[in-house]
């Protein structure tokens, strides 16, 4: 294996190892996050994506050109010549060997690579999905608290104005007694105002009868002394 296909297989060993870490089950996206918030990636951010391009060109190139030469050792004529020569058939199937192994290599390599890059945006989506989702659940759970505290709320005020409504309900009833009752000592007041005022009139009534007999004796005294006058002076 050349240096190359050595550095690839490599390098394909090592995205093998670093989508498995990414697949392990105990480490949760929340953790990934705070992995990829250090301060090292925000440096190497500038050229991630630089780096990231020239990788996916280096594998395409690769490929191709393991592509090219399966295409170039599985055709009639490499494998007439082996036919011919057995030494020939041998190198010709080693070659195609070598080939394969290298575009397995690098097609595998280019997956892992985008594969790779996509494990770690869905691991960035999914943490900030579950940081919203608990912040969500959160205000959901204060929304809950606050409805259920709002339902007692409105109970203790149907409580109170059912208290309320049965206490004015006493409180006019009581009013309505005391109203009867007001009636009631109004009526006998009434009662003993017209008493009175027949009296007062009676009174009245009697007053002027001794008036008109006081003003009958009144003129009766006069006319006996005047009649008594006539009579003193006869006797002088």
């Known amino acids: 294996m050349t240096l190359q296909w050595t550095a690839v297989a490599f390098f394909l060993y090592g ?27 925000n440096w190497l951010s500038p050229y991630w994506n630089k780096c990231f391009f020239t990788m996916i060109m ?27 020569n057995p030494n020939v058939y041998d190198h010709v199937h080693m070659k195609l060997f070598r080939a394969q192994r290298n575009l397995y290599i690098s097609g595998f390599s280019l997956f892992l690579w985008l594969i790779m890059r996509r494990v770690v945006t869905l691991l960035n989506q999914a943490a900030v999905t579950l940081e919203s989702s608990a912040g969500l659940q959160a205000q959901m759970e204060s929304a809950v608290k606050a409805a259920k505290q709002h339902q007692e709320d409105n109970l203790l005020l149907k409580q109170a104005l059912l208290d309320e ?10 009013l309505k007694q005391e109203v009867e009752k007001l009636a ?15 009296e007062v009139e009676a009174m009245k009534r009697q007053a002027k009868g001794l008036a008109h007999e006081y003003d009958r004796l ?15 002076k006869k006797d002088q």
Not at 165 to 174: T, V
Not at 184 to 198: C, F, N, Y
Request: include cysteine.
């Open 15 to 41: 995205e093998i190892a670093v989508n498995l870490i990414f697949c392990i089950p105990f480490i949760s996206a929340q953790r990934w996050r705070k992995v990829f918030s250090w301060r090292i990636w």
């Open 58 to 84: 280096v594998l395409i190139v690769l490929f191709l050109d393991a592509l090219r030469e399966v295409h170039k050792y599985s055709g009639p004529e490499p494998m007439q010549d082996a036919k011919v």
């Open 165 to 174: 409504e049965n206490s004015l309900s006493a409180k006019n009833q009581q």
């Open 184 to 198: 009631g000592q109004l009526k006998t007041a009434k009662e003993a105002v017209h008493k009175s005022d027949a």
């Open 218 to 232: 009144l003129t009766e005294h006069h006319q006996l002394q005047n009649l008594q006058s006539p009579e003193d």
